[in-house]
């Protein structure tokens, strides 16, 4: 049970998986090469389709699909921008399996997002976003969104900004 909520965390609703990929489009306006994204939450939560989204905003090639059992798929830019190297880490059994994925020899060229990535991905760089997918049925955490129309499946999104890259960004604009 969490007690509290960092200062600088952002919280966004996303009632259906459109709004989930269009989130995973705004952020990529303020992603850039190095950037690296922890997502967390349940399976099915939505973390494929944001990072779809993510991938859509950065123009880059290639179908985003979940990296389970790839672990790591990199899609390179088509429009002269920074690369997207899509990490699942749900199979990985800790840091030192993470570390054989020499990721490091991408991350400052490109925008790394690591699925199943908490308590495992941090130590990739001392900035980076930290975002958590709260589910309102399959998550213990109950969601505010008293609003959702019939048949929505909302979600929570929790983004907490971590480290100097990303002091001073306005998160608001999600």
Known sequence: MRLHRPLNEHVVEALDAEAMFELG????????????LVLSG????????????LGLGLGVRGEITSPTFVIARVHPSTVGGPELVHVDAYRLGGIDELDDLDLDTDLDDA?????????LAEGLSESRLEIRIVRAEADEAPLDLVDA??????????IVPVGPRWRGVDLSRL
């Open 149 to 158: 129309p019939d048949g929505a499946d909302p979600r929570r999104v929790e």
């Open 111 to 119: 925008v790394t997002v690591v699925e199943w990535g908490e308590g």
């Open 42 to 53: 349940g399976l099915g939560a939505g973390k494929t389709t944001f990072t779809k989204g």
């Open 25 to 36: 489009r705004r952020v990529a306006a303020l992603v850039a090469a190095g950037d690296v």
